[in-house]
């Protein structure tokens, strides 16, 4: 347990769904990120939001929306999803300064999109 | 690409063993950790080397830095069943992000 909570853990949505994913840190961090985890690719940071502003957007289509409405908390908003955006949905978080650079995850929204 | 380069992709091995995993990457970085992922779960911190380091222990973990080379490695010795993970290093670049490779999945056999 790392202090992290993801909601939910699996989701299936089709094309023409809107939904939502929760991520929660309990940490007291200031710095929070959305990461996709495809199958044999390497993590990819989509979102990276420090004390609620967003600072990398890492050309992540439209259709994949977050908000950050306070440092505990980061959604990931989700429209008319394409199959290949199946993947494992990890939220991370890190406390922002202090020299300490270790990220938390949360254990991940398994996503399939139908 | 700036990515961590996790050697090898695989890597099966005896129960009690010593299981050895290496990473190169392309940048500068201000330190290189290392992570473990159990399937289809988050990623959990292991341990972390500063660039001005050369090798640090934590249990039954050893990590290797060369920064001149540019790669570090990962020894787990006398490895468990519960060691049955993937396990990824992640360069810390001075942009303030991690770069992540795509791991090396560890498989422990009884």
């Known amino acids: 347990e790392t202090g992290v909570t993801q909601t939910p853990r699996h989701l299936v949505m089709g094309m023409t769904n809107k939904k939502s994913l929760k991520c929660e840190q309990h940490l007291g961090h200031n710095a929070m990120y959305w990461y996709k985890q495809s199958a044999k690719k390497p993590l990819e940071l989509m979102f990276v939001y420090n004390f609620k502003e967003q600072t990398e957007n890492n050309s992540v289509p439209s259709r994949f929306s977050p908000e950050c409405p306070n440092s505990s908390h980061l959604f990931l908003h989700l429209h008319t999803l394409q199959p290949e955006d199946s993947a494992l949905y990890l939220c991370a978080s890190r406390p922002s300064g202090g020299g300490t650079d270790t990220q938390y995850f949360g254990p991940g929204t398994r996503l399939t999109v139908l | 690409s700036q990515q961590g380069e996790e050697d090898p992709q695989a890597l099966s091995i005896q129960e009690g063993e010593n299981a050895t995993m290496n990473c190169s990457y392309k940048?500068?970085?201000?330190?290189l950790q290392w992570y473990r992922q159990n399937s289809g779960r988050g990623l959990v911190h292991l341990i972390l080397i500063r660039s001005n380091e050369r090798e640090k222990h934590s249990g039954r973990l050893r990590v290797t830095l060369d920064t001149s080379k540019k790669s570090s490695s990962l020894l787990i010795t006398a490895s468990r069943a519960a060691d049955t993970a993937s396990y990824f290093c992640a360069p810390f670049h001075s942009n303030y992000q991690l770069i992540w490779g795509a791991g090396t999945k560890l498989i422990i056999k009884p």
């Open positions: 940048t500068s970085i201000n330190n």
